[in-house]
């Protein structure tokens, strides 16, 4: 088989672009109906906690079910980090961020349905994230970017480092969903944890006109972050690849 042949044939065994937007917007329903949903109907029960292990969970159930097919993005920051790094397409980037911010809505309007479903149910700002009076702890815009667009930096880093071609694709999964738990314990009290705009949207078009008007800075921050943390790991995966 001459090399152009085998390129097409191995082409013809990926996954269609529809099956990876499929399994994109599928994984960010499971991130927003796991997450979001355990901190809007279990949150007063399991706490911060549970929340930062609920959102760990569902990205290691997503990535070990769904990365095959797509990589197990569900984060437009992750799959901007990816690309800024060299290890995704620019141009399916669009794509794929449709694709989760649709799957993250149908998981918070379901969320919405099930949690109105009983007589005085409090949905407060539906797990939005925010700052000033809208952060859990009060903090300012300025922690907030600073913990937003930091700790999205180290979540692409790590998600990179885990993938390189020298790891352990069999822990990748656990490390990556671990890592988003350590995130959460670490920034919940300061902006409600986003480092994920399609996770922020989903929840924030419930969340009332304050979470919506505060919006900006969870899509804004994320995106900051990723590209960051794709600059910063960049030469290391070059790096990476010369020796492998």
Known sequence: MDTEA???????????????WG????????LVLGGVGTAVLAGEHVGFLGVALAFGLTVVVGAYSFGPISGGHFNPAVTVGLATAGRFAWRDVPGYIGAQIIGGLIASTLLFLIATGRDGADLKNFASNGYGAAS?????????????????????IVILGAT?????????GLTIGLSLTLIHLVSIPVSNTSVNPARSIAAA??????SLIQLWAFLVFPIVGALLGG????????????TV
Request: glycine share 10%; no cysteine; hydrophobic share 50%.
């Open 164 to 172: 390189a071609p020298r790891s352990t694709p069999a822990a990748a």
């Open 136 to 156: 859990p702890d009060g903090y300012g815009l300025l922690s907030v970017a600073l913990v937003e667009i930091v700790l999205t930096a180290v979540f692409v």
């Open 231 to 242: 600059l910063v790991f960049k030469p290391l995966l070059d790096g990476i690849r010369k």
């Open 23 to 30: 399994a994109e917007a599928l994984g960010t329903f499971l």
């Open 205 to 210: 078009i419930y969340g009332g006109s304050e």
């Open 6 to 20: 085998h390129a097409v044939d191995i082409e013809s065994q990926l996954p269609s672009t529809g099956a990876r």
